[in-house]
């Protein structure tokens, strides 16, 4: 009779412990031998990634990367590194998908660092590094650009020539409007600006410094060697830009051939 009693003692206990092992492998509790997804922190599947030329006033664009264990929300933080991508220090207020490098990036690498959060914890993964942000010489800023401001390597862009009247073999007089600009299409004020026919002889060379919105006109009268021939087609004009106090053909300087079309009429 006792021994019946164990008997079905222990077989009681059997199955009460097979069904808490049971139970817990499908709620995740702990006997389980592992967690329920559920229950698990994110995990990154692929990292997060950056889009964009590293330079100073150039977006750049973050991608979260994959994740596993359905995060619920992300933090976006932007670091400043070394030249070799490590020693990364995170940069303040740099906590959106999209970051602009400043002067202070110079001479440094850029990565961005996500953390996946949901009910279970956060994780954080790292994007690679970008190329080493290169001197710019463009001062911060969207506006007019000050020539005293600008330095190399950033460059002048004669970005805009016309010239007023139509240009006719009888013309005596020319108005050659130009627009200078830098820096990714930014107005320059107070840059140097000459203009020379082509053949030089044709019309009399110009020059001026733009105004505070990056345009300058340039009036040039007519010389002996307008038409430089009967079947003249074009009139072609060289234009330069620079900095005063630097070379002509260095610095910021750059040069252009625009060309307007001669009527014969």
């Excluded at 492998?25 to 599947?45: D, E, F, I, T």
């Excluded at 006033?57 to 070394?82: E, K, M, Y």
């Excluded at 710019?136 to 390597?153: A, D, F, H, K, W």
């Excluded at 001026?208 to 004009?237: K, M, Y």
Aim: include cysteine; aromatic fraction near 4%.
């Amino acid at each position: 009779m006792l021994r019946g009693h164990l008997t079905r003692t222990r077989l009681g206990l059997v199955l009460a412990v097979a069904a808490g092992l049971l139970l817990g492998a499908v709620l995740g509790q702990p006997g389980s031998g592992r967690a329920a997804a559920g229950n698990a922190k994110p995990v990154p599947k692929t990292p997060p990634t950056i889009s964009g030329t590293a330079e100073v006033g150039i977006t750049l664009v973050a991608t979260r990367g994959t994740w596993s264990n359905n995060p619920t929300s992300f933090h976006f933080q932007w670091l400043r590194c070394d030249t070799t991508g490590n020693a990364c220090l995170a940069i303040s207020s740099a906590t959106a998908k999209i970051y602009t490098p400043t002067s202070a990036d110079i001479g440094h690498t850029l990565r961005v660092s996500v953390t996946a959060h949901n009910s279970s914890g956060s994780t954080s993964a790292s994007s690679a590094a970008t190329a080493v942000v290169p001197p710019s010489g463009c001062p911060p800023g969207t506006g007019v650009i000050s020539i005293g401001t600008l330095t190399p390597p950033a460059r002048l862009d004669v970005s805009a020539a016309s010239v007023k009247p139509a240009v006719k073999r009888s013309t005596d007089t020319i108005h050659l409007h130009f627009t200078i600009t830098a820096c990714g299409g930014r107005p320059v004020a107070g840059a140097s600006v000459f203009a020379t026919a082509i053949p030089y002889n044709q019309f009399a060379v110009g020059q001026g410094t733009t105004a505070g919105n990056g345009t300058v006109v340039l009036t040039e009268t007519r010389r002996s060697g307008f038409p430089a021939s009967r079947h003249q087609r074009l009139l072609a004009i060289f234009a330069r830009a620079w900095k005063q106090g630097e070379p002509m053909t260095g610095g910021v300087s750059s040069s252009r051939v625009v060309a307007f079309h001669l009527s014969h009429h």
